[in-house]
């Protein structure tokens, strides 16, 4: 018997995030912060089977992207210090799954986007200044564990220097 399951919402076929499509990040222990390239406004946007406008939305990471409701599109404004989509560029966010929300009178759960700063982590390249420091830390500590807990390294990188 297979260890992989499946959301009964994944039969659900969505252009934009959902819920169960964080699911699957949580699952793979992602701390689920992505950065959004760019809003647009969308009129007459297919979402749910309904025409609607909406502001939708899209990650650099290239996840799918995410009608942003009034509460979203609130804490999206106050993370870019902006009011106009226009300037809500390269913004990272931290998703979240809220199972309280409700539509329709019923209770769904629904993705959020966290009102905290995301601080940005560092990311160690060959072309850095800290790539030597990861390398005396690795050889030292014989894993990257004390330089993960820090930054970030890309895993061919890591490989590199294992």
């Known amino acids: ?33 992505f950065t959004i390239s760019h809003v647009k406004q969308e009129r007459g946007t297919r979402v749910a089977g309904k025409k609607i406008d909406a502001n939708i939305a899209y990650f650099v990471e290239g996840i799918k992207p995410l009608v942003l409701n009034a509460g979203n599109s609130k804490t999206v404004s106050k ?25 329709k009178g019923q209770v769904t759960g629904g993705v959020r986007i966290s009102p905290k700063k995301v601080q940005q982590r560092q990311v160690i390249t060959k072309d ?35």
């Open 1 to 33: 018997m297979s260890n992989q399951q499946t959301h009964y919402r994944k039969v659900f076929k969505s252009d934009h995030l959902g819920c169960a499509d964080l699911e699957d990040f949580i699952e793979s222990g992602s701390n689920m912060i």
């Open 128 to 162: 850095s200044q800290q790539w030597n420091n990861a390398i005396a830390a690795y050889k030292r500590d014989g894993n990257f564990n004390a330089v993960l807990s820090k930054a970030d390294i890309a895993n061919d990188d890591m490989q590199f220097i294992a």
């Open 79 to 103: 993370l870019a210090g902006s009011v106009f989509v226009e300037n809500w560029n390269n913004i990272p966010v931290q998703l979240y799954i809220d199972p309280n929300v409700s539509m």
